[in-house]
């Protein structure tokens, strides 16, 4: 079971397992950053959802990024929940880029892809994946865009 961490950044929350452990970034109202490494199960689905169901509240289209690299395994509903969520809010996200690495995690992004159509994007490298981030936050602060506090 996830339990909360503290954090020294105001823009980031963070849970740890014995197992694994989740962080969510918030550097903009319209960008949102998961970070997954080891281990989820069920705790982190709700997590996950609270924090993008509060991103939902930013008028403009929300651009998801997560970090799974080193997410090892997890429960069949830390695919289900978020995958059901994208489908629900479609319409209010701009997109979704998604780092992977491990076989169990390309086959949940796979299965995901499928069902949302061209809203996720894969990436196998850490590079492609901070490119897509960097170049995203550079065009919203761009547009005046400024830093979002949970």
Not at 71 to 83: C, F, I, N, Q
Not at 95 to 109: A, D, F
Request: net charge positive; proline share 4%; charged share 25%.
């Amino acid at each position: 079971m996830l339990q909360s961490i503290e954090t020294s950044d105001s823009t980031e929350r963070a849970w740890k397992s014995d197992r694994g452990s989740l962080r969510i970034r918030r550097p903009l109202p319209e960008v949102l950053i998961f970070i997954e490494e080891g281990h989820l199960d069920t705790t982190a689905v709700s997590l996950i959802a609270e924090a993008s169901n509060s991103a939902l509240k930013c008028p403009e289209p929300l651009h998801l990024f997560v970090d799974a690299y080193d997410l090892a395994s997890y429960t069949p509903d830390v695919r289900k929940g978020p995958t059901d969520w994208l489908m629900a809010n479609r319409s209010r996200l701009a997109v979704q880029h998604m780092l992977v690495r491990s076989k169990i995690t390309k086959m949940g992004l796979s299965v995901a892809s499928l069902a949302l159509g061209g809203l996720i994007k894969g990436h196998a490298s850490r590079a492609s994946f901070r490119l897509a981030l960097e170049q995203t936050l550079s065009d919203l602060r761009g547009r005046g865009r400024t830093s979002q506090l949970f």
